[in-house]
């Protein structure tokens, strides 16, 4: 069943350089831009996030006839798009990093924007949907009328998530949940009388007698508010790397939904792949507690490998229509195996489709020819292969403060360069265990040098079934005599 995504589209623009000078002209850096990045944003991104992981999806949105509108259409390949006329420039939003910090974000024909008309053909392609993700960015696609009365008939029938954005409208009453983050619930709840006077007893935001801690949480007072207003089946609220609660109509306690630690720098994405996620989860069949669970971890682990700045310039060439189990199938003639770079949904989806979800893990520090034998070793084990990977934190603890050479996200992208490896999963322990447990994947692989030695985490992947093996191991080939050798030649 297809996934439909409505919502607004933007041409999101990354420069990327160094600054090491002040302009003369005035106290500010000066950007040396050695890297320029477009990409589809808004309800763009979660589509194309969808036909990455290889589901078939169709866009359902307005487009400007202007050149960042055919920029946008360029950069939406594999999505199936059903679009109409905005009838204004499309909006472009230009960001600006010298390294790794944001110096500034300037945007182009952002301003507030009419309603437009909805199409037949893109009320058509909202019907065929198995799940629907409104993603709305305040541009007055979600505030259509005929739209609007098509997605409160269909939210008894179809799974409706709404992301919802401080300028759109509220969401349709009826649907399975809307997803606003802790600062979006709380603006919109205060715009309903009485919320900014809501205390700790209010019965409006607390049960009476609650001991519960979780219920004195401002994210849990504003979602009780707008289940309420929005008329919505649940509420998701998010709170970064404090996770989210979930609120349903009809339950008085609220579900505290953590997060994994990661380490991520930009959080631009993640209620993008959230609601990714909970559309994949939902269609599914998962009951809307563990889909939540599961989108919660999605979202840090696309943030923990690379978020948005991993994304590729062009969506997958590998057309969205086929079926995202094929991502279970080994190497085919002809055509190149389906990447994901969350990991956590291509074990779910392999494992689903019957396959066998192999895991290796380490610092992967200088990648050499070692590497890449095991690597494509354990690949031949199973139908995809995910790199556990230590964190920059963790490395430097297991090997000293000059490790490691190369940054975690550099390494991410090196190994998913590979195409033996399938996805990359960053943790920050100092062992890979509650990773694994994470993961849980078929087989875990490990190189040679442990042979005739029990693994450390053999115990572990055992309780689920899981088996642990060695590949062969290249002792004249290691990150430490590769580091020397640079070292010594400067």
């Not at 202007?66 to 360029?74: F, K, Y």
């Not at 300028?167 to 709840?189: I, M």
């Not at 504003?222 to 970064?240: D, F, N, P, Y």
């Not at 034998?373 to 690949?379: E, F, G, T, V």
Request: with cysteine; charged share 20%.
């Amino acid at each position: 069943m297809r996934i439909v995504v409505v919502g607004d589209v933007m041409l999101d623009v990354d420069l990327s350089g160094e600054a090491t000078r002040l302009s003369p002209d005035a106290p500010v850096p000066v950007v040396d831009v050695s890297r320029v990045k477009r990409r589809a944003g808004g309800a763009g991104l979660v589509a194309r996030m969808l036909a990455e992981d290889g589901w078939p999806v169709t866009l359902v949105t307005v487009m400007g006839d202007d050149d960042a509108g055919r920029q946008l259409e360029a950069h939406l390949a594999g999505v199936r798009l059903v679009s109409g006329p905005s009838g204004h420039p499309s909006p472009v939003k230009t960001r600006v990093r010298a390294g790794s910090h944001p110096v500034v974000r300037f945007d182009e024909g952002c301003g507030k924007a009419p309603v437009p008309d909805a199409s037949p053909a893109m009320l058509r392609a909202v019907e065929q949907a198995g799940v629907i993700i409104v993603a709305d960015y305040g541009r007055g696609l979600a505030a259509n009328p005929q739209l609007r009365d098509l997605l409160a008939g269909l939210a008894g029938r179809v799974p409706i998530i709404w992301d919802p954005h401080p300028s759109g409208p509220d969401p349709v009453p009826g649907v399975a949940v809307v997803t606003p983050n802790a600062a979006e619930a709380g603006k919109a709840a205060q715009a309903y009388a009485g919320f900014q006077d809501a205390g700790p007893q209010d019965p409006a935001v607390q049960d009476a007698g609650s001991q519960d801690p979780a219920v004195q949480d401002p994210a849990v007072q504003a979602g009780r508010i707008l289940l309420e207003q929005w008329q919505s089946r649940a509420v998701l609220v998010t709170k970064g790397e404090q996770g989210a609660v979930l609120l349903r109509k009809g339950s008085g306690s609220p579900q505290t939904v953590p997060a994994p630690r990661v380490e991520a720098g930009d959080p631009c994405g993640a209620g993008d792949r959230l609601a990714a996620s909970l559309a994949v989860h939902l269609l599914a069949g998962r009951d809307l507690s563990e889909a939540a669970g599961l989108a919660v971890h999605d979202a840090a682990d696309f943030l923990a490998s690379g978020g948005v700045s991993a994304l590729p310039d062009h969506a997958s060439s590998t057309s969205a229509a086929q079926d995202a189990r094929s991502q279970a199938a080994p190497h085919t003639q002809g055509g190149s195996r389906r990447r994901t770079r969350e990991p956590l949904l291509l074990a779910r989806t392999v494992r689903e489709a019957g396959g066998t979800v192999v895991a290796t893990g380490g610092c992967f520090d200088l990648l050499h020819a070692g590497h890449v034998r095991s690597l494509a070793a354990a690949r031949e084990l199973g139908d995809c292969l995910i790199v556990c990977l230590n964190s920059d934190e963790s490395v430097r603890r297991l090997k000293g403060p000059d490790r490691p050479i190369i940054g975690q996200q550099d390494r991410a992208e090196l190994l998913l360069a590979m195409e033996c490896v399938d996805a990359v999963m960053i943790f920050d322990d100092d062992t890979p265990v509650a990773a694994l447990d994470r993961l849980r994947p078929d087989i875990w692989v490990k190189g040679g040098d442990y042979k005739g030695a029990r693994l450390p985490e053999a115990e572990l992947v055992e309780q689920w079934g899981g088996r642990c093996l060695t590949v062969p191991y290249h002792p004249a080939r290691s990150t430490t005599g590769l580091a020397d050798a640079l070292a010594k030649v400067g």
